[in-house]
């Protein structure tokens, strides 16, 4: 798997989706969030390591101009105390300016593999970003498919269909990589099933479909070659998450968007 490449690719591709007058609302939106003190709003409208990595990630493949130099004064301000999923982030963006030297990164990157559990799938996405930059091919390959057959192994008693939907997600791509196939097949099954006839994905059984469900559903079919069938809904159903603030929401109806969920829109758009 080479998952940054194939996440700037998505990325580039849903943006290509767009026409230039809604790509120049979506990204004034975007821009509008960089905070005075350099970083970009999380949800209670403060900089926010988590939201600035994708702000930073829709930014540069879009090509729009941003104050790097205020933001990254505000990330390496903010690094020396930062932990979990906000210290990867602060990780990627410092490794993206320079400012990280790729020894001291790796350091802190077998940290991070040594306190990820099987239930930290999230954390396990991001730091898989990490290894991808900081360890040769061979060895990032070796070490994901060595976590993906200890990861599947403990989740083989597990009651599969209680999963949510981007842990099922993150469970289909380690068993593509491992060569699962029992596995493999059971993670399909299970996100059919979370599939709704009025469009998207749902993140559990019985309930309305979101954004972030939806958008990793399409993105690891497209990364694993699994062929299926996006019809009208699907697209649909995306294009309702944009509000009127420019980006895009967790769902259809919610009033106001976010950097997270707008970036799921373009992974979403690129992987149709």
Not at 81 to 88: C, F, M, P
Not at 100 to 125: E, H, T, V
Not at 217 to 235: G, P, Q
């Amino acid at each position: 798997m080479q998952l940054l490449k194939d996440m700037q690719l998505a990325v580039k591709q849903g943006i290509s989706a767009l026409d230039f007058s809604a790509l120049a609302e979506l990204f004034s939106s975007v821009l509008s969030l960089q905070c005075s003190e350099g970083g970009f709003c999380g949800l209670d409208g403060k900089s926010d390591l988590y939201y600035s990595y994708f702000a930073v990630f829709m930014l540069e493949a879009h090509g729009s101009e941003y104050d790097v130099d205020l933001l990254m004064q505000w990330v390496c301000r903010e690094f020396p105390k930062s932990h979990g999923v906000d210290r990867i982030c602060a990780e990627l963006l410092l490794l993206r300016s320079g400012k990280r030297s790729k020894s001291a990164a790796r350091l802190s990157l077998l940290k991070s593999l040594l306190r990820i559990g099987p239930a930290d799938s999230y954390k396990l996405f991001l730091t898989s970003l990490l290894m991808e930059q900081l360890l040769p091919e061979g060895i990032n390959r070796f070490l994901l498919k060595r976590a993906a057959v200890s990861t599947l192994k403990r989740r083989a008693s597990d009651d599969f269909s209680s999963l949510s939907t981007p842990v099922a997600v993150v469970c289909l791509l380690l068993a593509s990589e491992s060569g699962d196939a029992v596995a493999l097949e059971r993670m399909q099954t299970l996100l059919t099933q979370r599939h709704r006839s009025s469009g998207g994905y749902s993140s559990a059984p019985g309930i309305s479909a979101d954004l972030l469900s939806t958008s990793v559903v399409l993105f690891a079919y497209s990364l694993c070659e699994i062929s299926i069938t996006v019809d009208k809904n699907d697209r649909a159903f995306i294009e309702l998450c944009w509000q009127d603030d420019g980006l895009f929401s967790s769902a259809p109806g919610q009033v106001d968007g976010d950097l997270e969920h707008t970036f799921y829109a373009l992974l979403a758009l690129g992987s149709i």
